[in-house]
């Protein structure tokens, strides 16, 4: 079963340097998402994106953070400037498309920032 | 807006016994509803989905969930549990329209005990 994959699994870095965490969506799918998890929080939803743009976005999101999906494939977060409250686990999804389809998860990764 | 209620953060439960995760949520618009499940160092994986129709809906794993209007309501239950359902289950909401963004609930741990 085709799956969304996430790298790395776990990123280290220090407090204002830049990251970019990767996802490998689902190839048929074209809606794309970013996610966060604080430790012991609740799933917190970032952006949305279709269609070559963000097509909603939270109060998270910020302008240090951005996405992008550069070549057809990948969809990448990028946050710049990173402060120790961007640690979190942070999950890609796609879905299909519209209506009641399900997003699909990947495995997520662990973001620490010393 | 909409929001998701978990109440129990944790619930302990024997093996072979019966368990229901509660779930509530609250929304000025149509939702659709869903129910995740995430073992240790995995990503979220869909157990099962309300869209319409029939208000009781059945994963293929033994577990099923009952949408109630009324009481805006998504409860999860399963008969007879496996040490194997061990995890923690999300219950999330999403708009019928827009981008389709999930919004979760805190999260249930399920423990089961041999």
């Known amino acids: 079963e085709p799956e969304v994959t996430q790298t790395p699994s776990h990123q280290v870095t220090q407090m204002g340097q830049e990251v970019i965490l990767r996802c490998v969506p689902i190839s048929n799918h074209l809606y794309f998402y970013w996610y966060r998890q604080i430790l012991g929080q609740k799933v917190e939803f970032l952006v949305s994106f279709y269609n070559n743009e963000i097509s909603e976005k939270s109060e998270i999101f910020d302008d240090r953070f951005s996405v992008e999906r550069p070549d057809g494939s990948n969809f990448t977060l990028k946050i710049r400037s990173t402060k120790l409250e961007d640690s979190a686990m942070y999950f890609c999804?796609?879905?299909?498309?519209?209506?009641?389809?399900?997003?699909?998860f990947g495995d997520g990764t662990r973001l620490s920032i010393l | 807006a909409q929001s998701v209620t978990q109440l129990d953060s944790q619930v302990p439960v024997f093996e072979e016994a019966p368990v229901e995760l509660r779930c509530n949520y609250s929304?000025?618009?149509?939702?659709?509803l869903f129910w995740y499940v995430q073992y240790p160092n995995q990503g979220l994986q869909l157990l099962l989905k309300?869209?319409?129709?029939?208000?009781l809906v059945e994963s293929i794993n033994g577990f099923e969930a009952e949408f109630n209007k009324s009481q805006t309501s998504f409860h999860l239950r399963k008969p007879s549990v496996h040490i194997s359902d061990t995890a923690e289950y999300f219950c999330?909401?999403?708009?019928?329209?827009?981008?389709?963004?999930?919004?979760f609930g805190t999260g249930t741990r399920l423990k089961v005990l041999a």
């Open positions: 929304s000025s618009v149509s939702v659709y």
């Open positions: 999804a796609s879905r299909e498309g519209s209506g009641g389809q399900p997003q699909h």
């Open positions: 999330a909401v999403s708009p019928t329209s827009g981008t389709y963004k999930y919004i």
């Open positions: 309300y869209l319409s129709g029939s208000t």
